[in-house]
């Protein structure tokens, strides 16, 4: 683009927002099957995509943007940002279910990498837990503790890298700090 016969650079403005995703909405640009999306809960204004995927069944941080090549680092196992999940699992897993986890384990021929859990709180019937994840593979919280005989009744993100949900209202977005996308930028490699 020229102005007066000298280049100019557009000036790019890039969104960044979070949600708390709630259960029952699927974290996706758009459904086929008429379910609402994330982006269906957004106000009107730029076009943005989910980075990264929450199931159905799970709730929590999403982040959204515009920003094509912050997602795909994101996203990518090679950064290895950490996401941090509050899990209730069914029943009171033992140590070696919790060693299992934390020197990463094979569930039907699938490598998973270790993850750091820490036990939150034990009732009789379940178990509440923190546990930290590098890679983020497709339902990867579930699988492992299903493969393990504890499944999971309630699943959500807290955290990625240094991006706390913290009190966002579920259900509720909001518009990324500069210095949030900044140390979010600086997770995946990229200056700010």
Do not use: C
């Amino acid at each position: 683009m020229t102005v007066s016969g000298s280049p100019v650079e557009p000036v790019l403005t890039l969104t960044y927002l979070m949600m708390n995703k709630p259960v029952g909405v699927l974290t996706s640009v758009g459904d086929d099957r008429g379910r609402q999306t994330v982006v269906d809960r957004l106000p009107p204004g730029r076009r943005v995509f989910p980075v990264g995927r929450l199931d159905l069944d799970s709730r929590g941080l999403v982040l959204l943007t515009d920003d094509g090549e912050l997602a795909g680092r994101l996203m990518h196992p090679r950064y290895h940002v950490e996401k941090e999940y509050r899990v209730v699992v069914k029943g009171r897993p033992g140590d070696e279910a919790l060693r299992r986890l934390s020197e990463g384990m094979v569930v039907r021929g699938e490598r998973f990498e270790p993850a750091d859990v820490q036990v939150l709180d034990r009732t009789e019937p379940d178990t509440r837990l923190s546990m930290v994840l590098r890679e983020g593979r497709k339902r990867e919280v579930r699988r492992l503790w299903n493969a393990l005989g504890h499944p999971v009744l309630d699943l959500q993100r807290v955290r990625i890298d240094g991006l706390k949900l913290g009190d966002l209202a579920e259900g509720d977005v909001r518009p990324l700090r500069s210095d949030e996308v900044a140390r979010l930028k600086s997770a995946a490699g990229l200056q700010a």
